[in-house]
T-cell receptor, first 114, second 112 residues
Framework: GDSVTQMEGPVTLSEEAFLTINCTYTATGYPSLFWYVQYPGEGLQLLLKATKADDKGSNKGFEATYRKETTSFHLEKGSVQVSDSAVYFC?????????????FGTGTRLTIIP | DVKVTQSSRYLVKRTGEKVFLECVQDMDHENMFWYRQDPGLGLRLIYFSYDVKMKEKGDIPEGYSVSREKKERFSLILESASTNQTSMYLCASMSRGYEKLFFGSGTQLSVL
């Protein structure tokens, strides 16, 4: 079945550092790809998405490009802030009887130090 | 804004008890989901529902059941709670065809 593999954490960076969180996927069809973020004490919320190959999703300074040839969707940010400390989940959509369900990776905990 | 409300933030139950976790969404979404979140395992899908009175098994349905009698409400039931069901439970909803999940804040369940 479909699956998502994320780089293991935790990841600790200094403020203003460059961030990359790796994500690769396995899918039989052509899924949409997502990054969700979970701030402390909260549920997950959508950070960005890409629906087809070579699409770039972006939000709040974060970017990820849908790479079909490498089956990857790596999350990047040029200069992280303390407020970016959270758990980040990569996910893909799977059409099931015409309805979507999402499969998530294991999550990567990011801590930014001032 | 869409709101997905889970009835309890923290819950402590005894082994063998029947446990109900309630979830309500206020945006008329067709699709609703129950996930559990465990360290190192991420989110795993327990059950989902695409319409009232419909349910589909997810990846880990054993030991759980669900109920969807009204469109806005999706309940997760642990028929006989066990210690390995200690976890964070997350409810989510989605409008059909929209591909964006809205999550509740989660219920941290401890089974002693």
């Amino acid at each position: 079945g479909d699956s998502v593999t994320q780089m293991e954490g935790p990841v600790t960076l200094s403020e203003e550092a460059f961030l990359t969180i790796n994500c690769t996927y396995t899918a039989t069809g052509y899924p949409s790809l997502f990054w969700y973020v979970q701030y402390p004490g909260e549920g997950l919320q959508l950070l960005l998405k890409a629906t087809k190959a070579d699409d770039k999703g972006s939000n709040k300074g974060f970017e990820a490009t849908y790479r079909k040839e490498t089956t990857s969707f790596h999350l990047e940010k040029g200069s992280v802030q303390v407020s970016d400390s959270a758990v980040y989940f990569c996910a893909l959509s799977d059409l099931n009887f015409g309805n979507e369900k999402l499969t998530f990776g294991t999550g990567t905990r990011l801590t930014i130090i001032p | 804004d869409v709101k997905v409300t889970q009835s309890s933030r923290y819950l402590v139950k005894r082994t063998g008890e029947k446990v109900f976790l309630e979830c309500v969404q206020d945006m008329d979404h067709e699709n609703m989901f129950w996930y559990r979140q465990d360290p190192g395992l991420g989110l795993r899908l327990i059950y989902f529902s695409y319409d009232v009175k419909m349910k589909e098994k997810g990846d880990i349905p054993e030991g759980y059941s669900v109920s969807r009698e009204k469109k806005e409400r999706f309940s997760l039931i642990l028929e006989s709670a066990s210690t390995n069901q200690t976890s964070m439970y997350l409810c989510a909803s989605m409008s059909r065809g929209y591909e964006k999940l809205f999550f509740g804040s989660g219920t941290q369940l401890s089974v002693l």
